[in-house]
């Protein structure tokens, strides 16, 4: 069964970081992070392609926070840092295995994670 296991949301004020990881139970072509606050759409965050490393940040977070994977290419994190409270949101991994599509979008990926409550407070 395909399983993304996201871990270590939480609490922080801001200016702090945190991170999170996500833990694939199969390694994936690309993996990504998208966060949804509410009463607002879900939006791409970051994204990584396994094979070669490369990433790609949406401008909000650029600067702020780096995306990252373990040798086994099956964890992903996201290490943020300079939090601000717009940052506040449910933090969800993404993966599929077609590199094909656009790596902003929602439809690109077909597996997803349950989502980690990252909240930042002023």
């Known amino acids: 069964q395909v399983q993304l296991v996201e871990s270590g949301g939480g609490s922080v004020q801001a200016g702090g970081s945190l991170r999170l990881s996500c833990a694939a139970s199969?390694?994936?072509?690309?993996m990504a992070w998208f966060r949804q606050a509410p009463g607002k759409e879900r939006e791409w965050v970051a994204v990584?392609?396994?094979?070669?490393?490369?990433?790609d940040y949406a401008d909000s977070v650029k600067g702020r926070f780096t995306i990252s994977q373990d040798s086994a290419k099956t964890t992903v994190s996201l290490q943020m840092n300079s939090l601000k409270p717009e940052d506040t949101a449910i933090y969800y991994c993404?993966?599929?295995?077609?590199?094909?599509?656009?790596?902003?979008?929602?439809?690109?990926?077909?597996?997803w994670g349950q989502g980690t409550q990252v909240t930042v407070s002023s």
């Open positions: 993404a993966a599929d295995k077609d590199v094909g599509r656009p790596w902003y979008a929602r439809s690109a990926y077909n597996y």
């Open positions: 199969v390694r994936y072509n690309v």
């Open positions: 990584i392609y396994t094979g070669n490393g490369i990433t």
